[in-house]
Structure formats: structure tokens, C-alpha cells
């Protein structure tokens, strides 16, 4: 004989409602008072430390450049924003030929090397603007960073905000639901 047993939850919807200082959390019970959840964005962090950088154009040297990457200093893309990625395909293809990765371990070591040598291809941003050219505005560097208008993000970071502010100002069309969804950075 199996028993079964039946537990009664009370329902009790709650109301999640933005004030300045976080999440506040309220439900329909007798008590009133709201329930703070502290509300933090998960976005890129700056660069504000302006150390020795090597500028890249599309005239530079690629393989001086790449060296320079292995060496852990950072490149700054100048001029285009087609730059960076020219610097990014150059880069694949370098480890490619590089790095084996025929085994699950070794394809391990080649993603972990492409995500740190590629962080370290940067954009300048000033006035909540990228300062290259043929890109376009990204919405969220105003309001990720307000109180920020001189700094700098790696090229992969400025590859998510910009997809992430494509999504938000199209919408995501869901056909269950009748209106588009607009999500906010990091969701």
C-alpha cells in the first residue's frame, strides 16, 4: 500500500516593485512592510587605468600584434570597428594552427586561451560613445555606466551589450505571449 500524502500550501502572490536602493518585496498577507532584496547588475567592469597599450589599424603588423597579445599587454582597435574583428579572425586562426585541439582537454586549453587573449582587445569609450567608427550606439553604456565617460571594454564585452541593446530595443517575440519581450541587460 503506498501513502500518500497531501500538503496544502497557501497561495499568497507577492509584488516586486524597484526602488532606488533595490528590489522591495511585498505580499497581500496582514504584514505590509516590504522585504528588501538588494538589486545588482551583472555588468562589465571598466577599465579606467590607462597603462601602456598598443594601438591596432588595420596597417599594423598582425603578427607583432598577436605576439604582443601572448605577452599579456593589451591592444587597442583604433579607426574601424572592422579592425577588431579583422584582429579577432587573425587570432582564431593563429591559435588554430597554434594549438591542437583534437582532444576534449585540449580543446579546453584552446577556448580558455582564445577568452583571455581576446579580452584583451580594447575599445575606447568616451561619453558614453565607442570612440571607433561603423558601429553602432549601444544604449546601455549610459545607463550601465553614468557616472563613468572616459573608459575602456574589451572587445568581447562590447559584443554582448550590443547584442544584449539589440534585443532590448527590438523585443523578443514569444508566440504565447500577445507583446514582445524587451529584457534588461543580464537577463
Known amino acids: ?13 507577492i509584488m516586486l516593485v524597484q526602488h532606488p536602493k533595490g528590489i522591495s518585496s511585498t505580499s497581500n498577507s496582514t504584514d505590509k512592510s516590504p522585504i528588501r532584496i538588494p538589486m545588482k547588475i551583472n555588468k562589465p567592469i571598466p577599465i579606467v587605468s590607462r597603462r601602456e597599450i598598443i594601438l591596432f589599424n588595420r596597417y599594423s603588423n598582425i ?7 601572448e605577452a599579456e599587454n593589451s ?9 577588431g574583428l579583422l584582429l579577432l579572425k587573425e587570432l ?25 587573449l581576446s579580452n584583451r582587445i580594447l575599445l575606447e569609450i568616451k561619453d558614453h560613445t565607442i570612440v571607433v567608427k561603423k558601429l553602432p550606439v549601444i544604449g546601455w553604456l549610459k545607463e550601465l555606466y ?7 571594454l574589451s572587445l568581447p564585452q562590447i559584443h554582448r551589450l550590443n547584442s544584449s541593446w539589440q534585443w532590448y530595443q527590438k523585443g523578443i517575440s514569444i508566440p504565447v505571449l500577445r507583446n514582445r519581450l524587451h529584457p534588461y541587460y543580464g537577463t
Open 146 to 152: 553614468p557616472d563613468l565617460d572616459d573608459f575602456l
Open 1 to 13: 500500500m503506498i501513502l500518500t500524502t497531501l500538503i496544502s500550501f497557501e497561495y499568497q502572490p
Open 92 to 116: 582564431h586562426t593563429h591559435l588554430k594552427a597554434k594549438l591542437s585541439s583534437t582532444s576534449f582537454q585540449e580543446q579546453r586549453h584552446y577556448r580558455a586561451t582564445y577568452h583571455t
Open 63 to 69: 603578427s607583432d600584434t598577436l605576439s604582443e597579445l
Open 75 to 83: 591592444v587597442l582597435i583604433t579607426a574601424f570597428y572592422n579592425n
